[in-house]
């Protein structure tokens, strides 16, 4: 069996970043959070916990000078919700992606110039619900041509449109087509992190020259369900799993060319072990 590895496969610099942050805290005396998981990946979360990294979820959560360090997750948060940390007097350590918060900077810029804001991506992703919250007018979030298609606003309006940085470059123009034949006046911004789209594409290269595809990432991680979707369009053979130990390794065994990839939550580690666990 030939077992090819992408080499864009695994942490993205974003995500390395937080992760490395959180780590770097917890060598500290005080007592560290994360709002909502730092990445998504179960094994990085798991392996946090058992350090003493207790993950909130809520503002409420919250106590007025509550001990400790809380750190803002990579996918990043609304407005509101920092706010209301910072002013609970927590001591607030911002990881979230530099590339996502260029376009909280963004969409806080626009929608003060009077811009209504449309974002592409999914509505239940922690990413988009952090973007939507820094805008301070309509937001319309676009996912399919369906979604698309319904949006309706007066001739002329103005709309910037960005991205959720994990989201499918060819899928995000056509959105960006439809919306606009709709005459707005557009400001339509590419926001997909540069690692997104090379990851994108090499794992379409490499799904497309293999009999079987594995494509190693957290349940729900947003960017490894994208990269399934793009293997699997390629290779019929494409296989989602989380660890070495949801492998099938007997059906593996049928094939003669396998190829890897990982969602930029995986860490190197677990890549390792789905290669290792491909040759025995």
């Known amino acids: 069996m030939e077992i090819r590895t992408a080499k864009s496969a695994g942490f993205c610099f974003g995500v390395e970043r937080a992760v490395n942050r959180v780590y770097e805290e917890i060598k500290g005396e005080n007592a560290v959070y994360t709002y909502g998981p730092i990445i998504h990946n179960e094994e990085v979360v798991r392996d946090l916990k058992e350090h003493g990294v207790n993950v909130i979820q809520n503002v409420d959560d919250f106590t007025e000078g509550m001990p400790g360090t809380v750190i803002i997750r990579s996918h990043g948060i609304g407005k509101s919700v920092q706010d209301a940390m910072e002013s609970k007097g927590c001591n607030v ?90 005459r707005y006046d557009i400001l339509a911004l590419n926001t997909i992190c540069n690692a997104t789209e090379i990851r994108q594409n090499e794992s379409r290269e490499l799904a497309r020259n293999s009999d079987a595809m594995i494509v190693i990432g ?30 099938n390794l007997a059906e593996l065994k049928s094939f003669e060319r396998v190829g890897i990839t990982a969602g930029a939550s995986t860490p190197n580690k677990i890549i390792k072990e789905v290669q290792k666990a491909c040759q025995k």
């Not at 999914?122 to 619900?129: A, F, L, T």
């Not at 990269?227 to 369009?233: A, F, T």
Request: aromatic share 8%; with cysteine.
């Open 93 to 182: 350590v911002d990881a979230t992606c530099p590339y996502v918060k260029k376009i909280h900077r963004v969409v806080s810029k626009e929608s003060q110039a009077g811009r209504v804001i449309i974002i592409i991506g999914s509505s239940r992703h922690p990413e988009v619900q952090g973007i939507k919250g820094w805008s301070e007018n309509d937001v319309y979030i676009i996912e399919t041509k369906e979604d698309a298609e319904k949006v309706s606003l007066p001739e002329g309006t103005k709309v910037c449109i960005v991205s959720q940085t994990t989201f499918n470059y060819k899928k995000f123009e056509e959105l960006v087509e439809i919306i606009s034949k709709k």
């Open 218 to 247: 957290g349940e729900h991680s947003s960017n490894t369900q994208k990269l399934y979707e793009i293997c699997k369009n390629e290779c019929k053979n494409t296989y989602y799993i989380q660890t070495a130990e949801d492998l």
